[in-house]
């Protein structure tokens, strides 16, 4: 019983004014902070008064982000807001800047080539849709045709056709194909793999649905030598077999 007495005593001599006076002086600075912070908050240096963007914001969202506290601001119906009115962005990314920006940063896709159903549909080297027009107002991109004009598409929606990929394959050699620089590629129609082809001025080009580049460097040499790149006495150029077959006009 006398061991017990005398460890108790040790404990309670241990608890001397200076811890006292320490433990409440950890409980005022936890006070002060909570309080400062409180402040901070609540205060009205750390409201919005500037949105910097690389694309346009739409005034709702503005109106939204303008004079609300950083610390209140909800980044995330931010991004959604954005994401539901504009599906054809490949990403966006909100950051709050202290003390009063906000910055968006969207990063956009890339016209690739346009896609005709029952519209004009722009897409990206992914196929995702980030454009609907009534007519071609692009006349430099090419147009793919797939046989079909009773679909309807919206932005952000992604054509999974395997058809669209062949399309996407044959514009890529084409692009690097010098020689047809100097030749307007109207649009390539794919509605039968097998014998798909693409027109380069009002000339039909046969090509079917493989081994682009060996026909493509067929085409080279028949512009350049048998046509002497008058290819507008042709009526098509069928690609398909070992020996290119030529139809003149009438």
Do not use: W
């Not at 919206?154 to 996407?168: A, C, I, N, P, Q």
């Not at 692009?175 to 027109?199: D, G, Q």
Request: hydrophobic share 40%.
């Amino acid at each position: 019983m006398g061991k017990v007495l005398r460890k108790l005593e040790k404990i309670k001599s241990g608890f001397t004014p200076k811890h006292l006076g320490i433990g409440i002086l950890c409980v005022f600075l936890i006070a002060v902070i909570i309080y400062s912070g409180s402040l901070i908050y609540h205060s009205g240096f750390f409201k919005v008064t500037r949105v910097s963007s690389n694309v346009p914001v739409e005034p709702a969202l503005k109106n939204y982000i303008l004079n609300k506290s950083l610390f209140k601001l909800d980044i995330g119906r931010i991004h959604n807001f954005i994401s539901r009115r504009h599906p054809e962005y490949k990403s966006t990314q909100v950051l709050k800047e202290f003390p009063s920006s906000l910055r968006i940063n969207v990063i956009q896709r890339r016209p690739f080539a346009q896609l005709y159903l029952n519209n004009f549909y722009i897409l990206d080297r992914e196929g995702v849709v980030i454009g609907v027009r009534e007519s071609n107002i692009f006349p430099q991109m090419v147009v793919i045709e797939i046989g079909q004009d009773n679909i309807v598409l919206s932005k952000g929606m992604r054509v999974t056709d395997k058809r669209l990929e062949l399309s996407f394959r044959l514009i890529e050699l084409i692009k690097t194909r010098k020689f047809l620089n100097k030749f307007s590629i109207k649009n390539i129609n794919v509605t039968f793999p097998e014998s798909a082809y693409f027109r380069v001025n009002d000339t039909r080009i046969v090509i079917g649905n493989s081994d682009f580049e060996r026909k493509l460097y067929i085409l080279e040499n028949l512009l350049n030598e048998k046509l002497a790149g008058d290819i507008n006495l042709v009526e098509y150029i069928d690609l398909r077999y070992k020996k290119a077959y030529i139809g003149y006009k009438k």
